[in-house]
Nanobody
Framework: QVPLVESGGGLVQIGDSLRLSCESS????????MCWFRQAPGKEREFVAA????????SYADSVKDRFTISKDNIKGTIALQMNDLKPEDTAVYYC????????????????WGQGTQVIVSS
């Protein structure tokens, strides 16, 4: 069973909005941190946003701050990424990941990963 499943990707135009969702097959706890990374063709996987299930603290990459919002549903064990004012540089495969403990922007620190969902922002 895949531990994390993303959905919501697609092809949009500049300035459009898109909402990604990630469902975890494992229970979440107050110590669980879930996040989004993205990887564009030919580039390294980069941190986008993270949220801590306990108090709901969030962390964002500077490139998406003020445009993207990460949220959680403690009961369902899901997270979402609301992406507004999309730009061509947001084009990437978006991955959901989770770890136990605090925030990290290093993908190697996350134990579980989804298979990714493609986002394409067309100009």
């Amino acid at each position: 069973q895949v531990p994390l499943v993303e959905s919501g990707g697609g092809l949009v135009q500049i300035g459009d909005s898109l909402r990604l969702s990630c469902e975890s097959s494992k229970n979440t706890y107050s110590s669980t941190t879930m996040c989004w990374f993205r990887q564009a063709p030919g580039k390294e996987r980069e941190f986008v946003a993270a949220i801590k299930f306990g108090l709901g603290h969030t962390s964002y990459a500077d490139s998406v701050k003020d445009r993207f919002t990460i949220s959680k549903d403690n009961i369902k064990g899901t997270i979402a990424l609301q992406m507004n004012d999309l730009k061509p540089e947001d084009t990437a495969v978006y991955y959901c990941a989770r770890k136990t403990g605090g925030f990290s922007r290093t993908y190697g620190d996350y134990q579980y990963w989804g298979q990714g969902t493609q986002v394409i922002v067309s100009s």
